[in-house]
């Protein structure tokens, strides 16, 4: 059977048709748009997979925000350009007549990196630093999607209580501080207006207040590292999304983190499946294979 994978994010769309041996075919991407009203989203979809759909039997989504029965709630709409609700699974079985199911981003990137090769133990966390910051946790060989789609939101926990106020509602989340988008809204001076992207390229090139940025996002994502081990005990965290896998990010988050007790030190890793890890999650669910 053929899947056509979806992911979501709240930057970029990509889809690929999968097939029962996760080897990926066809994967096409193109930008999210940033509009509150769920049509443009619905029509961006339509576009991406339109040329390729024909060749699938089944749709598995992942996308950023809480998956509650088919349905995305965002838990901060700034990254999706204020939309709130979309009926994800509702939509794509319109577009495409085919069955869907849906799972959040770095849920269902979790689940992929957790059967990448080396990855041996019981428990492992995914994180993603990209438009937000999200996670996603196994423990004990188990996906952790939560009873409302919740668990794992790990770009909500606090970093700062004096930070600034995050797209969720709460001061000082991770996400308000390490994410993409927060990278860019910190940004001053000659920087002000760039995205992470351009900052990380500022940053390559030795210009200090982007460095600075960057530092403070490794520095905070560590001290949430330090928490995730204290919370579950996992023995690797995989770190994935392009800031996460951008060069650089993953040794400094690695110093800060040797910084802390040895008793928080846990094995680090970028994701193995790189930007595909959401779309193979997904297609890995809706096969349900286990190995
Ligand atoms: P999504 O959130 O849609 O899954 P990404 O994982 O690509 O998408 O994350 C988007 C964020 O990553 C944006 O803030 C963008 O500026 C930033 N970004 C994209 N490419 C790079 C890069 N090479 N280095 C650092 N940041 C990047
Ligand atoms: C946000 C939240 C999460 C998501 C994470 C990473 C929304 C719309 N999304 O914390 O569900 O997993 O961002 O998403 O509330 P990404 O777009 O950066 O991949
Ligand atoms: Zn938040």
Request: aromatic share 4%.
């Amino acid at each position: 059977m053929t899947t056509l994978a979806i992911d979501i994010g709240g930057t970029k769309l990509a889809a690929a048709l999968i097939d029962d041996d996760l080897q990926i075919r066809e994967r096409r991407e193109q930008p999210t748009p940033a509009s509150k009203t769920p049509d443009a989203l619905r029509a961006a979809l339509k576009s991406l997979v339109e040329p390729v759909m024909s060749a699938a039997q089944r749709v598995a989504i992942a996308s950023t925000g809480i998956i509650r029965e088919g349905t995305l709630l965002s838990i901060n709409p700034h990254n999706l350009g204020g939309l709130l609700h979309f009926p994800l699974v509702q939509t794509l079985e319109s577009i495409t007549g085919l069955p869907a199911m849906a799972v959040n981003d770095a849920q269902a990137a979790a689940w992929a990196e957790y059967h990448a090769p080396g990855i041996n133990a019981p428990d492992m966390v995914f994180i993603t630093v990209s438009t937000g910051v999200g996670g996603g946790v196994v423990l004990n060989g188990e996906l952790q999607t939560g009873a409302g789609g919740l668990a794992g939101h790990l770009g909500h926990t606090l970093a700062d209580p004096q930070g600034p106020i995050c797209g969720c509602g709460r001061r000082g989340c991770v996400e308000a501080i390490a994410s993409g988008r927060a990278i860019a809204a910190r940004a001053q001076g000659e920087l002000a207006g760039l995205d992470a992207k351009a900052i990380f390229d500022h940053a390559q090139r030795g210009h200090q207040p982007a460095r600075a940025l960057v530092a403070h996002s490794a520095q905070t994502l560590a001290r949430l590292i330090a928490d995730v081990k204290a919370v579950t005990d996992c023995q690797t965290v995989v770190v994935g999304g392009s800031v996460g896998l951008a060069e650089g990010y993953l040794s400094q988050v690695a110093e800060f983190l040797a910084q802390e007790p040895a008793v928080y030190h846990v094995e680090l890793r970028p994701a193995y499946y790189r930007h595909d890890a959401g779309l193979l999650g997904a297609a890995r669910l809706a096969t349900g294979a286990t190995s």
